[in-house]
């Protein structure tokens, strides 16, 4: 069983920070991308920034500057750290990673659980 436990969302006012961490746990070998992405009300899911296990990242454009993904690839656990923020990143924060597990062949795509972030005076 493989579990992505995302935290640190919230509500903040517009200009304000937030910090989100996603943890993995279970029988994981390994590790690819580790990614985050964001869906608002009656909107699809799309992509904020992803990172590879060598520190490679990929940040969409609407967020570049403002938003920095990182990664512990020891503690299993990927972090955006999210700055001057407007009421228009409000929207449920998910986290992805491509995990390898422990007798597995292939890699495949967990989910986590969603962090609400709310961007609002």
């Known amino acids: 069983q493989v579990q992505l436990v995302e935290s640190g969302g919230g509500l903040v006012q517009p200009g304000g920070s937030l910090r989100l961490s996603c943890a993995a746990s279970?029988?994981?070998?390994?590790?690819?991308?580790m990614g985050w992405y964001r869906q608002a009300p009656g909107n699809q899911r799309d992509l904020v920034a992803e990172?590879?296990?060598?520190?490679?990242?990929n940040i969409a454009d609407s967020v570049k500057g403002r938003f920095t993904i990182s990664r512990d690839n020891a503690k299993n656990t990927v972090y955006l750290e999210m700055n001057s923020l407007n009421p228009e990143d409000t929207a449920v924060y998910y986290c992805?990673?491509?995990?390898?597990?422990?007798?597995?062949?292939?890699?495949?795509?967990?989910w986590g659980q969603g962090t609400q972030v709310t961007v609002s005076f």
């Open positions: 990172i590879t296990r060598s520190g490679s990242s």
């Open positions: 992805n990673a491509q995990i390898l597990r422990f007798g597995g062949s292939t890699y495949a795509d967990y």
């Open positions: 279970g029988r994981i070998w390994t590790i690819s991308v």
